[in-house]
């Protein structure tokens, strides 16, 4: 597998586990830290899985900065479900 792509997902999962005790501000930085890692993941390869975990990410981020915990987590499920399909 992709180096990037395995950042990727334990940053997420490090979000999701925020999310769930509604630390929106910690979800982010680990939303962010695993953006920046799909995204390099991107430069090297082309899949439909790393675009969607990337936009989960992405919103995982926004819904962080807003407060929303909750939201932010599902996005970053989302992202997970999607970053662990990318073989």
Do not use: R
Not at 31 to 44: C, F, I, R, T
């Amino acid at each position: 597998g992709n180096q990037h792509v395995a950042e990727a997902l334990d940053h997420a999962k490090e979000a999701v586990a925020h999310g769930k005790q509604g630390h929106a501000d910690v979800l982010v930085k680990h939303a962010q830290e695993g953006l920046k890692h799909a995204e390099a993941a991107q430069k090297d390869m082309k899949n439909a899985h790393l675009a969607e975990g990337v936009k989960g990410l992405k919103e995982a981020v926004e819904h962080g900065k807003a407060g929303h915990a909750d939201v932010a987590t599902k996005a970053a499920e989302s992202a997970i479900m999607h970053l662990s399909e990318v073989k």
